[in-house]
Nanobody
Framework: QVQLVESGGGLVQPGGSLTLSCAVS????????MGWYRQAPGKKRELVAD???????HYEVPEKGRFTISMNDAKNTMNLQMRNLKPEDTAVYYC????????????WGQGTQVTVSS
């Protein structure tokens, strides 16, 4: 079992920055990759970025240079640094863990709201 708790969301003005954190606990060794997803009102949940336990990263959002995903060495904290935020980045951001075993379920955090508005 893996538990994920997000933090760091909030209200920020356009052009501002935020860093989201995901605290990971439980059977961390069972995780293959972790990622950040987001869901805006009326839209489907979409992948923002993910990182494998080997450190390989992948970004899905437009203008990828605005976002940086990272994981600490202990694999118990994953961050998403967001820069030059735009109103279209407004969404609930979710932490996600993909297990190594195909027979195990993915794990989701409860989400943290990011609102970009003046």
């Amino acid at each position: 079992q893996v538990q994920l708790v997000e933090s760091g969301g909030g209200l920020v003005q356009p052009g501002g920055s935020l860093t989201l954190s995901c605290a990971v606990s439980g059977n961390i060794a069972s995780i293959y990759a972790m990622g950040w997803y987001r869901q805006a009102p009326g839209k489907k949940r979409e992948l923002v970025a993910d990182i494998t336990n080997g450190g390989s990263t992948h970004y899905e959002v437009p203008e990828k240079g605005r976002f940086t995903i990272s994981m600490n060495d202990a694999k118990n904290t994953m961050n998403l640094q967001m820069r030059n935020l735009k109103p279209e980045d407004t969404a609930v951001y979710y932490c996600h863990a993909e297990p190594k075993s195909l027979s195990s379920d993915d794990t989701w955090g409860q989400g943290t709201q990011v609102t970009v508005s003046s």
